[in-house]
């Protein structure tokens, strides 16, 4: 059967991406991606065939994807960080069995920003934690307010991905809000910005500071559970919490 890659590169640097998913793309003729993630690769994979198309295009860069395969190439889709984690791995997947049912999907893991700011940050998450994206585009803004609280309810460590664009400024803001009414004030928080790109900066803060930080799309943000506490510039989640047994 004909195969297509879909491969997590990981969140910016070539050393970040696992030994896998450099031996595909190094295998691969055609590299398809998102512009910003299209020219990180230009640097490592020279001589490949690049293809982009924008943001928001995901259906017609699946499209062009399959397209190029079916002219006999072998291409890898890409995808920053794990393509399985608010990635293309899915849409490729369905996208194949419905239309190009002659390939085989196979999907590349990497390293999803969650975990590399995770490292830089200490380590949030050595307790149960959950990953919430703050993008309504896909997603009723309805919902996302739930899994927030409900996270935050749960005590669960939570991490952010999307937690601001243009349209979206205050909803950061809006989401620790929604955190406070559950979790005290004072809870650990991390900021990561830049992962393993130029620029990469990290913050710990408490959740009543990262209320009024403006945070851009290259962001990931990390707040703690009710136990999680700062190690000098660390920040530490404990792998269990002290009860009587
Ligand atoms: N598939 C990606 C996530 C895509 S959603 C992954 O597994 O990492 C896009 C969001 O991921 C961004 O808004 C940001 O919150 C986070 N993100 C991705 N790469 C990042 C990086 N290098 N630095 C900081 N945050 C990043």
Not at 2 to 14: A, H, T
Not at 18 to 30: M, N, Y
Not at 133 to 147: G, N, V
Request: one cysteine or more.
């Amino acid at each position: 059967m004909n195969k297509i890659y879909v491969v997590g590169i990981g969140p910016g640097s070539y050393e970040q991406m696992t030994i896998k998913a450099a031996h595909v793309l190094e295998s691969c003729e055609t590299i398809v991606g998102y512009t910003v993630y299209v020219e990180l690769m230009k640097k490592h994979f020279g001589n490949k065939e690049f293809l982009t198309t924008p943001m928001k295009k995901e259906v017609d860069r699946c499209i062009l994807a399959f397209e190029e395969a079916k002219k006999g190439k072998t291409v890898a889709m890409i995808c920053s960080g794990d393509a399985g984690v608010y990635g293309m791995a899915g849409l490729m997947i369905d996208i194949g069995a419905t239309r190009y049912p002659e390939f085989e999907v196979e999907i590349v893991s990497g390293v999803t920003a969650a975990l590399g700011g995770g490292s830089l940050l200490g380590a949030p998450f050595i307790h149960d934690f959950a990953v919430i994206s703050l993008s309504d585009l896909l997603t009723p803004w309805e919902t996302i307010q739930s899994r927030l609280i409900h996270a935050s309810m749960a005590d669960l460590v939570i991490c952010l991905y999307n937690p601001s664009s243009k349209k979206r400024h205050d909803y950061l803001e809006k989401a620790c809000d929604l955190i406070m009414e559950h979790q005290p004030e004072t809870l650990i928080c991390g900021i990561v910005k830049n992962i393993a790109r130029d620029g990469e900066t990290i913050e710990i803060l408490t959740l009543k500071e990262l209320r009024d930080k403006k945070v851009d799309m290259f962001t990931t943000v990390y707040i703690g559970n009710s136990n999680t506490k700062r190690v000098g510039n660390r920040m530490v989640t404990p792998r269990g919490y002290e009860y009587e047994r």
